[in-house]
């Protein structure tokens, strides 16, 4: 896998098990994430808060082979403190390295998201957080914490991101109903 490949690879991941934003995982430094206790710090979330999400092993594992095997080819051939920016994620458009912009990592997510053979016109990272959020929605993590993961101040954007399923609503309510022992388990 080349240098290009572990670098989008280890924003999908992020994007996917935190549903951040685009513009804080492509403003990722270096210094935001923390592998010995498994937290990724997220400095600039929208209204400028500051949220610290569990880094959760395969997008740690991800992180680090980007890292190790990717990141440099984005650098100048002789790296120092001075030439290297500190952003996490780089391009080198231009010659020199610097952070992603929101139109690479939405381009990026659309050329990958086709190559998959996705039909939509569009495939950006607001999607993929919609996807998360529903996703543990419907697997059982409560509203309000899926909000607090989110970095929302309420529960009500949350509602809107968050759609529970035909199935994942059925679920609950055969488990519910067994428990309530209405229905034979």
């Known amino acids: 896998m080349g240098p290009l490949d572990l670098r989008d690879q280890a924003i999908v991941s992020i994007l996917v098990t935190t549903a951040a934003r685009n513009s804080s995982v492509r403003l990722l430094r270096l210094e935001d994430l923390d592998f010995e206790r498994s937290v990724i710090r997220f400095r ?14 395969g997008t740690a594992t991800a992180i680090l082979a980007y890292l190790e095997r990717g990141r440099a080819a984005f650098l100048p051939s002789s790296p120092t403190p001075d030439n290297d920016p500190g952003w996490l994620f780089l391009s080198h458009a231009g010659g020199e390295p610097r952070a992603l912009t929101m139109n690479s990592v939405s381009l990026m997510l659309t050329r990958r998201y086709h190559v998959g053979g996705g039909s939509l016109r569009c495939f950006g990272s607001h999607r993929i957080r919609h996807a998360t959020a529903t996703l543990l929605v419907n697997n059982g993590m409560p509203l309000e914490e899926v909000s607090r993961y989110l970095g929302h101040s309420s529960t009500m954007p949350t509602r809107r991101y968050a759609q529970q399923t035909p199935e994942a609503l059925g679920i609950r309510a055969a488990d519910a109903l067994t428990r309530a022992g209405l229905v034979a388990s």
Do not use: D
């Open 44 to 57: 600039r979330a929208k209204g400028g808060k500051t949220l610290h999400l569990a880094l959760q092993p």
